[in-house]
């Protein structure tokens, strides 16, 4: 069953609107916002990656406001535990009756939000990284052997720097697989930097954005992505590429890679499809659709070989060699 044509437009101008209301405030970010966009309609998570300065914290804040989403920001330190995510439970004394009681009382952490931004992700150990795994898998916690389920809608974005930065530490490949895409920020071009300068500082300018009416249906537009169509010849040529990334694949360029996608791979492409065919109107996913999305939601889940490095290939010309579409 496709999606009912009034919920289409409803959708179509929530994303127009994002995008005009974003960029009163952020110059040049039409691609990231609709990959956000894609993210948030597929109900995934989002990485996104860049050196200091280029307005990642910014972009987070502002849709947070923009779409009035209950927002927590986690700033990741080394010395951060994972009691700081998640909560803790603490020890409380109850005075009334004749003797006095003790028990204890699970205090809720930052991660019960609708929207985490986790800044700067990597500059936290390994051990505190895995908090986030059973939140952005389950959507719930589990703290002193009880499980809390956490708010709806609820996405985390975490921002990563490079890797070559002092500081820091790579993600576990499991985490990593549980973000549905990641997006790579880059310098702004000249005119657009220009623009940049004359905007001045944007947090200030975060009460000027209008907030959006519609975000209260982001749970119910989340549930018509799965009624958009996926024409079989499609589904076919879209495993095959995820197939083509594994070493043992076969694939000339197969060599080229450490590792490939799995299984989870497919189907967050296959979803992320799905949502962007509904930003666009679309009651079915096309082949220059699928194409879109491809390389946000496989490129943080390849890891590239030696004789790659060594012959300065990039994981988007090594993918663009191994779409079947």
Known sequence: MAPKKDSEEAIWSFCE??????????????????????????????????????????????????????????????????SDITGSEILQENPGGKTRSRYFEFVKGPIFANLILADEINRATPRTQSALLQAMEEREVTVGGKTY??????????????????????????????????????????????????????????????QLPGHQQLTNWQKLVDQVAVPDSLLRKIVDTVRNTRPQSGHRFA??????????????????????????????????????????????????????????????EILDEMLEF
């Open 17 to 82: 609107a994002t995008r005009r209301e974003i960029s009163k405030i952020l110059i040049g970010y039409r691609e990231v916002v609709d990959n956000i966009l894609t993210a948030l309609l597929a109900h995934g998570h989002v990485l996104i990656i860049g050196l200091p300065g280029l307005g990642k914290t910014l972009l987070v804040r502002s849709l947070a406001h923009l779409w009035n989403l209950e927002f927590k920001r986690i700033q990741f330190t080394p010395d951060l535990t994972p």
């Open 255 to 316: 060599r080229y890679l450490d590792y490939g996608a799995g299984p989870r791979a497919t189907q967050f492409l296959i979803r992320a499809a799905r949502a962007r065919s509904l930003m666009e109107g679309s009651p079915v996913v096309t082949e220059k659709i699928a194409r879109s999305i491809v390389h946000a939601v496989l490129a943080h889940r390849l890891k590239p070989s030696y004789l790659a490095i060594s012959e300065k290939l990039t994981i988007r």
């Open 149 to 210: 389920n956490l708010p709806e809608p609820f996405t985390v974005m975490a921002t990563q720097n490079p890797l070559e930065l002092e500081g820091t530490f790579p993600l576990p490949e499991a985490q990593l697989d549980r973000f549905l895409l990641s997006i790579e920020l880059t310098y702004p071009e000249r005119e657009d930097e220009i623009q940049i300068a004359l905007l001045g500082s944007g947090i200030e300018k975060l009460t000027t954005l209008n």
